[in-house]
């Protein structure tokens, strides 16, 4: 089997170079960078609050606080107590009690109203109808339904904020188009059919004394799914043929002529790419062992468990 996701398909997008690092020789920096580490947080206490939300507010509050706090540990994110307000800002323990007591109340009605059908769903849709070995997986977050229709939840924490609203118009604005929504959709239509209604972004605002959220409803027309389609599948003939293309290079080749360099990548809004002084220092970097500062750690968004229903998927 051929297993794509939507960080491979995007990464190899951004650049073809970035993704040889860190999807076929596993290269990575190492270390959880303090925004993404607080969505993983604030995704493990969803985790929780979400199927309990019928339970008593005070009991659910504090238990969702200390998953949140599970994850902090587990993810080796900053301890709080040490001088590093220059690193946390906002994003940071205290801000989260305070974000999760609002949200219950926030969201206690419309959770209520659906069933939570599946967290942290794992799936595993065809991508190519002419062949059964490649397929597109992901989790989805949350399956939510009300009788027989079905809807993903998609969690995203942001800090962009607006006096006038809260949620910068930005951040909502972005899901249509955006790869990995347009991908849920897809695998959504193929599970359910016509009983699938859509995904919603449940937006969480993270501000030091405020605290808004909002729900995004997005639906996309199918002949933009099959357009994303076409997209994923031309993402991985390309991604083969570079595989081909290096499959007949050499350490000793002057330079790789596979998994050509995104020149206009290299920068993320004056962020460098964490790959760029290997690629001032390489230019075949089969030639290369782990450069100093990265560590090899495979990229894989399953559990064990995830990946066993995976397996049960596929047959």
Known sequence: MRLYDNTRLKGYKQCNRRYLFRHVFDWTSGGMAVAPGFGL???AAMDHLWPNIDHPAEDVVSRTFQAFMDEWIKQEMPNP??????????????TAARMIEDYFFTRREFIGEHKVIGIEMPFCVPLD?????????????KVIGKGDKRWIVDHKTTSAYRVSGGIASSVTDSFTPDSQVDGYLYAGHMMW???????????????KKESRFGLVPVERRLEHLDEWL????????????DHSRMA??????????????????????????????VCKMYSNPLASDVPPGM????????TPEQLKQIEEIMG
């Open 230 to 241: 076409w997209e994923a599948q031309e993402g991985v003939r390309r991604i083969e043929a």
């Open 193 to 207: 059919g016509k009983n699938f209604k859509g995904v919603w972004m449940d937006l969480a605002l993270v501000h």
């Open 81 to 94: 107590l040490d001088d590093r307000d220059d690193l946390l800002k906002f994003r940071n323990p205290d």
């Open 41 to 43: 947080c604030w995704h």
């Open 295 to 302: 560590e090899v750690s495979k990229w894989d968004p399953f």
């Open 129 to 141: 109808p002419d062949d059964p070995t490649v397929g597109y997986v992901g989790r989805l977050d």
């Open 248 to 277: 007949g290079a050499a350490p000793g080749d002057p330079y790789l002529a596979a998994f050509p360099k995104t020149t206009d990548a290299c920068y993320d809004f004056q962020s460098p790419c964490p790959y760029l002084d």
